[in-house]
């Protein structure tokens, strides 16, 4: 089964979610809880499946920044 260039790039960001809360075991966010939330939306919805790629980058970025050490 071929991954279309958006479903390559949410498993990416799920990637790199995992990897994040690895480095830093106090945070306990799950990605896997954020990215359930999320299931339910279409795989046609485009527009809704990139405002939540751009939204997932952004907190990505927020929680890899070392200043922070825990969030809730």
Do not use: N, W
Not at 31 to 59: M, V
């Amino acid at each position: 089964m071929r991954l279309s260039g958006l479903q390559k790039e949410v498993l990416s960001l799920y990637r790199h979610c995992l990897r994040e809360t690895r480095k830093k075991p106090q945070v306990q966010l799950s990605p896997r809880s954020e990215f359930e939330k999320s299931i339910k939306i279409d795989k046609r919805d485009f527009a809704a499946i990139e405002f939540l790629l751009r939204k997932g980058r952004r907190q990505l970025e927020l929680y890899s920044s070392p200043g922070i050490r825990d969030i809730h």
